[in-house]
């Protein structure tokens, strides 16, 4: 379990370095701000983000689930502020850089799986 939680964070790490060389606006320094920046995405989506969709709720409904982009790049946004070496200039590179790191992430997905500790074992 530790492994796969491990994994899963140096793969973030990569798909954010990703990001950061794919869309202008989108800067991660080096590895180490990268593996934290995935460690407070992490965080982010399974603490802050759910209580932003709730209280989004009625506008979400309205634009049919649309307004759910912008939660992404607002939680992105907020990781390029709270990790040091990580920065996101606009909320455009924030919108295009959450879109691309959902569509890397799927794609891994697809590649190995959704069970990570087969890759490892």
């Known amino acids: 379990m530790i492994v796969s939680f491990i994994l899963h964070l140096v793969i973030t790490a990569a798909l954010l370095l990703v990001v950061a060389h794919l869309v202008k606006g989108v800067e991660v320094d080096n590895w180490g701000a990268a593996f934290v ?39 992105l946004q907020m990781v390029g502020a709270l990790t040091p070496g990580v920065r996101i200039k606009g909320f455009g590179a924030a919108l295009l850089g959450s879109l691309l790191l959902t569509v890397l992430n799927l794609a891994v997905e697809m590649l190995i799986g959704t069970d990570i500790t087969m890759v490892v074992t």
Not at 40 to 55: E, H, I, Q, R, T
């Open 37 to 75: 920046g995935a460690l407070v995405l992490g965080l982010a989506n399974a603490f802050v983000k759910p209580l932003m969709v709730l209280l989004t709720l009625p506008i979400t409904v309205l634009t049919f689930g649309l307004f759910l982009l912008a939660i992404n790049a607002l939680v």
